[in-house]
């Protein structure tokens, strides 16, 4: 990682004109697709993200299955136009690898002990990549998880925090991400400080990782309430509409 190239102005603002403390706007909508059991939509900086849950349902392969709980099983993938070279499609190192953490980090929050024998499958699809994509894709994948009525402790929000010019910031953009001197992806749950995530890649001081620590719970807190709000705005919109059972059941009749 290089540091050479200056990143935050004499102010104190950074290249997006972000203060070191400042996320992203950051927008969830929950519910966004039909056919799955849970979905979520989340738009954070210039990062696209859909999540997508089914379950829990028979778990195959069978061998899989575990007498005692759930399995829950993520998907993550960066589809081929996310990035700005085409990323070639399919699994790789790297998405192995989030894919596994972000499973785990679910796994702690759902009560999978009521569902023996299931799979949990969780599909993060990244439409557009500017850094932070596993952050945003884990976000979205709780918020898809209680879409989908599963239940759970709690959601679990997540954020990155970083290092740039010898400087700790919130939630690197891509730029500060290829520059920067370190990078610290965390998800905190909010009530009860318990920490589902935590990586790092590069070099922090002590005093800068426990500043890193301190940014990453404030923001986990302010992710913490959108994911409560779109779960809210998504349930009362259904709430607000008028109750009129008759067009459901003839479309239910025409689905079969
Ligand atoms: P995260 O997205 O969680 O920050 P990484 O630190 O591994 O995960 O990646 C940082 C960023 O690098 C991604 O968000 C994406 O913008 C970019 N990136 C990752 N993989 C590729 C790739 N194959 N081609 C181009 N850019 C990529």
């Known amino acids: 990682m290089e540091s ?16 070191v403390d400042e996320l992203r706007p ?9 056919r799955a059991d849970g979905s979520a939509y989340v738009e954070w900086g210039k990062n ?3 999540a997508a849950v089914y379950g829990p349902r028979e778990c195959h392969p069978r061998h899989l299955q575990n007498p005692a709980k759930a399995l829950v099983q993520c998907k993550y993938n960066m589809i081929a136009f ?4 085409r990323k070639r499609p399919g699994p790789d190192r790297r998405s192995v690898e989030i894919s596994k953490i972000i499973s785990e980090a679910l796994e ?50 997540s954020v990155a925090v970083g290092k740039i010019n010898d ?33 790092m890649d590069g070099h922090m001081t002590i005093d800068e990782f426990n500043r890193a620590v301190e940014y990453g719970v404030g923001a986990c807190e302010k992710i913490y309430a959108l994911q ?4 809210r705005r998504r349930y009362a919109i259904e709430e607000a509409e008028p109750i009129d059972e008759e067009p459901r059941r003839e479309r239910a009749e025409m689905e079969g």
């Open 108 to 157: 702690y929050v759902v009560f999978t002990e009521n569902f023996p024998r299931t799979s949990i499958d969780v599909y993060i699809e990244i439409l557009q990549a500017n850094a932070g994509t596993r952050c945003a894709g884990l976000t979205a994948a709780s918020v898809a998880l209680a879409d989908a009525g599963i239940p759970m402790k709690d959601m679990v929000p």
């Open 228 to 231: 409560k709000d779109a779960l």
């Open 26 to 34: 950051i927008r969830i909508e929950a519910g966004v697709l039909k």
């Open 4 to 19: 050479e190239a200056k990143m935050i102005d004499e102010s104190g603002l950074r290249i997006d004109g972000r203060r």
């Open 48 to 50: 696209k993200v859909l």
């Open 167 to 199: 400087q700790v910031v919130l939630d690197l953009c891509k730029e500060e991400d290829n520059y920067g001197q370190a990078d610290l992806p965390v998800a905190i749950l909010p009530r009860t400080g318990e920490v589902l995530l935590m990586q």
């Open 82 to 85: 996310s990035v700005t070279d």
